[in-house]
Each structure stands twice: as structure tokens, then as C-alpha cells.
């Protein structure tokens, strides 16, 4: 296996840094940067590096084939295996009750746990699930289907001894449709289901309406199932939707495919997709890590924090505030500071870069970056691009041909991320979310490496500006010995999808 080689960073420190710091005091040479340019985004001043000397520092650093080492290694086995079998023979009911209707809203992720959600509501009612309805995001304005992104048939297949799943619905009951339900009120349609529903509310308040019509449409659905209370077959169901039934379709799995042969032997023959996208080069298949990089406008002005922008910038994403939440930001009534000590602000990428440096990974380290949108753009992203020299996205390893059937599409671009981090040695998320909680679920069920920053830690380090790199590399280290991919128990209200343990895990 080819050991990462540590490549000395001290000759070209300054001439990083210099680089760095170019857009700073001369922004109009850069003004081809796209989104990034000031010029388009006139509240985004391009901000100077907010830790220069633990970045100075980190450029300097070395590290060890030792340290190397120890970082890629895989985790042990923990004594728990997936489980999601049922506990008796599954069977279906000798008479389905009805036709169930879910619609879900959010982004890929969130729409992910609903059609969970739903097959496990569909069980417990005996009824018969129409492929789910997917709202077209009012965010990334997507308009993609259950199935432009994952393989229905697979879907079907997988859960054919658990419940009965149509892709459309007869045609008697041809009216009921997404605008048939936005144009009046209807006696089909469940509106009033509440956030974590239990399996009796179903039972007592949707049940009845199958009885009668034949149907029932349930809108909203998201969020809509408890986690605490159900029966440990539905749990386990849950699981198996997640984990084994939804996959993706094959050009966004060919595409992950080739990325993730792209960044194992970056020196290989690239090919076409569809056929052995790289030759295998003679050193063997390399590691890499992906980073999640979730920094887009709405969760900047949303955390209430300072980004280094500038005062333009702070204006702007107050006004921004005021436009979607009318002002009404609970971390608004706090400073900066306060923020950052109880960990409640996103990490920059800078932020994210000193924290990958201070536990290893360095200049030689392949980094895949999984992100849509970048708030400030190339330039934002630029301290992180000067200490990882080698990281990629999907535009740098991929042509434009093989991006056409995903471009411009958030759920698709999101899917394929979200295989290509399936498939890494390690995964690091910059900030929580429904991509972070979906992926450290995923990849604690297979057992593979999860580091989960230590936001309070990281937000009270960065605060010291006098704190020296060894120090900061120490304190980074030490707080994150339990944050690598661990097995933690769900607690009472926590979601399964997270923390799929225990209920979707057996003792090996």
C-alpha cells in the first residue's frame, strides 16, 4: 500500500502565504474569480487570513510517517455488526388497507429520512406506499424526482417481503395529485400530523381515512415519525431502507466510481466512464479524506457570527436575517465571542484547515471537497487550498461530459458526495447538519473513520490570538482522541439516522 510521503513545506511557506494573501491587497487582479469577486457580491470584502500565525506555523510543520501511519488507520472492530433484519419471518398483509401519499421538502438528506419515515409509517398501518413525492427545493430550485436519484427498482426489490410500494398509484385514484391538495381542502389529506408523531397517532388519525377513501395524502411529512417508542422491527426497517434500499442510480454511482478511482491513483491513465476509469498505477491505491464544507450565505448569516468580512459584510447578512427569518436568530442576542466559546459558529476554511493540519494530514494528503456553494467563493477557500495543495472537487477531477447529467442539480451533485464520502478512508464535516448527521450515521453502521470536530474546543482555541502551534496542535489532539468514528448509543429523542446504534446494530 503506498505510504503518504511528507513533502517539506519550509521553502515555500512564504511564497504560500504571499499567494494567499494576493486577493487581499490586490483584489482587481482577481477579478475573473466568478462568484468569488468582490465585484458580484458587493457585500464580501475578501478576508485576511483571522489566524496567520498558527497558519504561518501550520505551512511550517512537518510530519512524521509515524504520525502518517497512525492517522489512516482503520477502525478496530467494536463488537457491533448491522442489524436489520426483522425478528420474525417478514410478511405482508393478506389485504392492503390503502394507498399511502408522503410529500417531502428540505434538500437530498432530509428528504432521505422522510422516505425512511415513510416506509415505516406504511408498515405500521399495512398499507401500500406510493414512491414519494420529492418538493422541489425552494433554495436550489431542484426539480429532480425519487427517481432521477435513486434506483427505484432496487428500492422496490429490497423491501418486497416488507411492505407493498407502487411507483404510481391506480388509476381510480388519478386525482391525487400534489395540486389537487394545494387548491382546496381536502378530506384525503393529512396536514396536522405532528413533529415525531407515534405509531398510535397513525394508527388513530390516518388509519381511519384509508378505511373510508382508499387513500390518504400526508403533507407535510417530514420529521413526522417518533424516534422513541416503535417496535424494534420497525427501527430495524428504518435502517434498511437507509442503508440497503436506497441507492443511488448508476450514472451517479459510475460517476462516484470514477471519482473515487481518480483520487486512489492520481498518477493513473484516465478513462472513460463506464470503462476502468484509471489504470491502476504501479504504487497501488493511495488514501484520501473528504471534507464537507458547508459555508453557503444562508448558514453564515443564519449563526449570527463574524467571518472577517468586514462591515459590508456584516450588514449584508443582517440584512439577509431580516429577508428570511425576519430578524427572529436566537444566536443574534449573542456576541461573537459568546458564539464561539459554546462552539455555535460554522468553521471557516481556514478554520477547518488548521484543525486538519494540527491532527496530520498535510501537504500530501488527498482531499476531497463535498460542497455546493461556498460563501466568498475560490477566495474564501484559498488558505485551505494553500495547506492542501492536492485537494479536488467533482469540477477538477471530472470533464464537463461526465458532469452533464448532474449539472446544476443540487440533489444529484449532493448524491454524488455523498458516495464518493461512502467510499473514503476518512470523513470530516466542517459544521453539523442533515449531510453531516446523514453520513456519520451511515459510516458508524459500516465502521469506518468519522472524525466530528469539537466545535466548543475549536471556537475557545481560535479565540486565543496569542496561542502558539504546538500548543494548539496538542489541544486539537487530545480533544478529538474520542471523536474518530466511536460508536455512541442513541440517547432518548436522538435520531436513528445518526446514531443507528443500538436499535440497528447487534453484538458481533
Same mark, same amino acid.
Given at each position: 500500500?503506498?505510504?503518504?510521503?511528507?513533502?517539506?513545506?519550509?521553502?515555500? &511557506?512564504?511564497?504560500?502565504?504571499?499567494?494567499?494573501?494576493?486577493?487581499?491587497?490586490?483584489?482587481?487582479?482577481?477579478?475573473?474569480?466568478?462568484?468569488?469577486?468582490?465585484?458580484?457580491?458587493?457585500?464580501?470584502? &475578501?478576508?485576511?487570513?483571522?489566524? $496567520?500565525?498558527? @497558519?504561518?506555523?501550520?505551512?511550517?510543520?512537518?510530519?512524521?510517517?509515524?504520525?502518517?501511519?497512525?492517522?489512516?488507520?482503520?477502525?478496530?472492530?467494536?463488537?457491533? *455488526?448491522?442489524?436489520?433484519?426483522?425478528?420474525?419471518?417478514?410478511?405482508?398483509?393478506?389485504?392492503?388497507?390503502?394507498?399511502?401519499?408522503?410529500?417531502?421538502?428540505?434538500?437530498?438528506?432530509?428528504? *432521505?429520512?422522510?422516505?425512511?419515515?415513510?416506509?415505516?409509517?406504511?408498515?405500521?398501518?399495512?398499507?401500500?406506499?406510493?414512491?414519494?413525492?420529492?418538493?422541489?427545493?425552494?433554495?436550489?430550485?431542484?426539480?429532480?424526482?425519487?427517481?432521477?436519484?435513486?434506483?427505484?427498482?432496487?428500492?422496490?426489490?429490497?423491501?418486497?417481503?416488507?411492505?407493498?410500494? #407502487?411507483?404510481?398509484?391506480?388509476?381510480?385514484?388519478?386525482?391525487?395529485?400534489?395540486?389537487?391538495?394545494?387548491?382546496?381542502?381536502?378530506?384525503?389529506?393529512?396536514?396536522?400530523?405532528?413533529?415525531?408523531?407515534?405509531?398510535?397517532?397513525?394508527?388513530?388519525? !390516518?388509519?381511519?381515512?384509508?378505511?373510508?377513501? %382508499?387513500?390518504?395524502?400526508?403533507?407535510?411529512?417530514?420529521?413526522?415519525?417518533? $424516534?422513541?417508542?416503535?417496535? #424494534?422491527?420497525?427501527?430495524?426497517?428504518?435502517?434498511?431502507?437507509? $442503508?440497503?434500499?436506497? !441507492?443511488?442510480?448508476?450514472?451517479?454511482?459510475?460517476?462516484?466510481?470514477?471519482?473515487?478511482?481518480?483520487? *486512489?491513483?492520481?498518477?493513473?491513465?484516465?478513462?472513460?466512464?463506464?470503462?476502468?476509469?484509471?489504470?491502476?498505477?504501479?504504487? %497501488? &491505491?493511495?488514501?484520501?479524506?473528504?471534507?464537507?464544507?458547508?459555508?453557503?450565505?444562508?448558514?453564515?448569516?443564519?449563526?449570527?457570527?463574524?467571518?472577517?468580512?468586514?462591515?459590508?459584510?456584516? @450588514?449584508?447578512?443582517?440584512?439577509?436575517?431580516?429577508?428570511?427569518?425576519?430578524?427572529?436568530?436566537?444566536?443574534?442576542?449573542?456576541?461573537?465571542?459568546?458564539?464561539?466559546?459554546?462552539? *455555535?459558529?460554522?468553521?471557516?476554511?481556514?478554520?477547518?484547515?488548521?484543525?486538519? +493540519?494540527?491532527?496530520?494530514?498535510?501537504?500530501?494528503?488527498? @482531499?476531497y471537497l463535498a460542497s455546493h456553494k461556498v460563501y466568498g467563493g475560490e477566495a474564501r477557500i484559498s488558505t485551505l487550498?494553500?495547506?492542501?495543495?492536492?485537494?479536488?472537487?467533482?469540477?477538477?477531477?471530472?470533464?464537463?461530459?461526465?458532469? +452533464?447529467?448532474?449539472? %446544476?442539480?443540487?440533489?444529484?451533485?449532493?448524491?454524488?458526495?455523498?458516495?464518493?464520502?461512502?467510499?473514503?478512508?476518512?470523513?470530516?464535516?466542517?459544521?453539523? %447538519?442533515?449531510?453531516?448527521?446523514?453520513?456519520?450515521?451511515?459510516?458508524?453502521?459500516?465502521?469506518?473513520?468519522?472524525?466530528?470536530?469539537?466545535?466548543?474546543?475549536?471556537?475557545? @482555541?481560535?479565540?486565543?490570538?496569542s496561542i502558539v502551534w504546538s500548543d494548539f496542535q496538542q489541544a486539537v489532539i487530545e480533544g478529538h482522541e474520542n471523536?474518530?468514528?466511536?460508536?455512541?448509543?442513541?440517547?432518548?429523542?436522538?435520531?436513528?439516522?445518526?446514531?443507528?446504534?443500538?436499535?440497528?446494530?447487534?453484538?458481533?
Amino acid at each position: 500500500m503506498m505510504r503518504l510521503q511528507y513533502r517539506p513545506h519550509r521553502g515555500g &511557506a512564504l511564497a504560500g502565504l504571499l499567494v494567499l494573501l494576493f486577493p487581499v491587497f490586490l483584489p482587481s487582479l482577481f477579478s475573473p474569480l466568478g462568484h468569488a469577486s468582490p465585484s458580484m457580491f458587493s457585500e464580501w470584502n &475578501a478576508p485576511k487570513p483571522r489566524h $496567520f500565525r498558527l @497558519l504561518k506555523s501550520a505551512l511550517q510543520s512537518e510530519t512524521t510517517n509515524a504520525e502518517q501511519s497512525d492517522l489512516w488507520i482503520p477502525l478496530a472492530n467494536q463488537g457491533l *455488526r448491522p442489524c436489520v433484519e426483522s425478528t420474525k419471518t417478514p410478511s405482508l398483509p393478506e389485504k392492503s388497507q390503502g394507498y399511502i401519499q408522503v410529500f417531502l421538502d428540505g434538500g437530498l438528506n432530509q428528504q *432521505r429520512m422522510g422516505i425512511c419515515d415513510a416506509v415505516a409509517v406504511a408498515k405500521i398501518l399495512n398499507a401500500t406506499l406510493v414512491i414519494p413525492h420529492l418538493e422541489v427545493n425552494p433554495v436550489w430550485q431542484d426539480s429532480s424526482s425519487f427517481m432521477d436519484i435513486f434506483d427505484v427498482d432496487h428500492f422496490i426489490d429490497t423491501l418486497k417481503d416488507d411492505i407493498s410500494i #407502487v411507483k404510481e398509484l391506480p388509476y381510480e385514484f388519478f386525482w391525487s395529485t400534489r395540486e389537487y391538495y394545494a387548491t382546496a381542502i381536502r378530506t384525503t389529506r393529512i396536514k396536522t400530523a405532528p413533529v415525531h408523531a407515534s405509531a398510535s397517532w397513525y394508527l388513530e388519525n !390516518v388509519l381511519p381515512v384509508l378505511q373510508s377513501y %382508499g387513500i390518504a395524502a400526508i403533507a407535510p411529512f417530514s420529521h413526522r415519525l417518533a $424516534f422513541d417508542n416503535l417496535p #424494534v422491527d420497525i427501527q430495524r426497517l428504518r435502517c434498511k431502507v437507509n $442503508f440497503q434500499a436506497l !441507492v443511488f442510480v448508476p450514472h451517479v454511482r459510475a460517476l462516484g466510481d470514477a471519482l473515487v478511482s481518480r483520487l *486512489r491513483y492520481p498518477s493513473g491513465k484516465r478513462g472513460a466512464l463506464g470503462t476502468d476509469y484509471l489504470q491502476e498505477s504501479t504504487e %497501488g &491505491a493511495g488514501k484520501f479524506a473528504v471534507l464537507h464544507l458547508r459555508f453557503d450565505k444562508d448558514m453564515a448569516a443564519h449563526s449570527a457570527c463574524d467571518f472577517g468580512g468586514g462591515k459590508a459584510e456584516k @450588514l449584508a447578512l443582517a440584512k439577509y436575517r431580516q429577508a428570511i427569518w425576519q430578524g427572529r436568530v436566537l444566536n443574534s442576542q449573542f456576541t461573537d465571542e459568546e458564539l464561539r466559546n459554546q462552539g *455555535r459558529c460554522p468553521l471557516t476554511p481556514e478554520e477547518i484547515g488548521l484543525l486538519l +493540519a494540527a491532527l496530520g494530514f498535510d501537504n500530501s494528503t488527498r @482531499l476531497y471537497l463535498a460542497s455546493h456553494k461556498v460563501y466568498g467563493g475560490e477566495a474564501r477557500i484559498s488558505t485551505l487550498r494553500t495547506l492542501f495543495p492536492l485537494m479536488e472537487d467533482k469540477k477538477s477531477l471530472a470533464s464537463a461530459v461526465e458532469r +452533464a447529467q448532474i449539472k %446544476g442539480k443540487a440533489s444529484l451533485l449532493a448524491a454524488v458526495d455523498y458516495y464518493v464520502s461512502m467510499h473514503s478512508d476518512i470523513f470530516i464535516s466542517a459544521s453539523p %447538519g442533515n449531510m453531516h448527521n446523514a453520513l456519520v450515521g451511515h459510516r458508524t453502521y459500516e465502521n469506518l473513520k468519522t472524525i466530528r470536530p469539537n466545535m466548543a474546543l475549536l471556537g475557545q @482555541l481560535f479565540l486565543n490570538k496569542s496561542i502558539v502551534w504546538s500548543d494548539f496542535q496538542q489541544a486539537v489532539i487530545e480533544g478529538h482522541e474520542n471523536r474518530q468514528g466511536q460508536i455512541r448509543v442513541r440517547k432518548p429523542k436522538q435520531s436513528i439516522y445518526t446514531y443507528p446504534a443500538p436499535d440497528c446494530m447487534c453484538n458481533a
